[in-house]
């Protein structure tokens, strides 16, 4: 990462004003040469490339926490995920995670519950990220609310000790 990335975008991560060259960050929003390529809106993060698919413009996105933009036969990919530039806003947490992003309700209901069992050829972290990915999406999804007592009590607990989000 380059001097200017960690300076710049590490102020813009702690939400603090920095300027160096072609970079800005205003604390609440990120430029490179004068374009917003990300903001805070509401507390969420929101990026865009601005239209410039340049090494630069994926290198300052990539600075910023919970980001990982790279391109693959000219087509750009947000955090493992195809992405056209265009503002978007960056999911965190268990919400961006690969298995999160392909669970189904079936899915979920049965990680939860137990009867489907998490894939384990990546390792007990891994498999573990599965059945939490699966609770976060039964409390998203409102499911956990729908079925049975224990699964909104479940989700309930799991919120109040901090193991997926509200």
């Known amino acids: 990462m380059r001097k200017i990335t960690a300076e710049v975008v590490g102020a813009f991560n702690n939400k603090e004003a920095k300027r160096m060259n072609n970079t800005e960050s205003t604390g ?3 430029y490179l040469h004068g374009n917003k390529i990300a ?9 865009t490339n ?9 290198e300052r996105l990539n600075g910023i926490e919970g980001v990982s933009v790279h391109q693959k036969k000219g087509v750009w990919y947000l955090n493992d995920v195809e992405w056209d530039g265009e503002w978007i806003k960056v999911e ?6 690969k298995h999160y992003k392909a669970m189904t ?6 990680l939860a519950e137990g009867f489907e069992k998490p894939d384990m050829s990546n390792g007990e972290e891994d498999a573990k990220e599965q059945v939490l990915s699966a609770w976060q999406f039964l409390h998203d999804t409102g499911a956990a609310y729908q079925l049975q007592g ?10 109040s000790q901090g193991v997926i989000e509200a």
């Open 28 to 30: 609440e929003a990120l």
């Open 50 to 58: 601005a239209g410039w698919m340049s090494n630069t413009t994926k």
């Open 150 to 159: 224990w699964f909104g009590r479940t989700a309930q607990d799991l919120i």
């Open 92 to 97: 965190s947490g268990l919400r961006a995670s």
């Open 39 to 47: 903001e805070y809106r509401d507390g969420d993060l929101w990026i």
């Open 105 to 110: 309700p079936y899915m979920a209901t049965g």
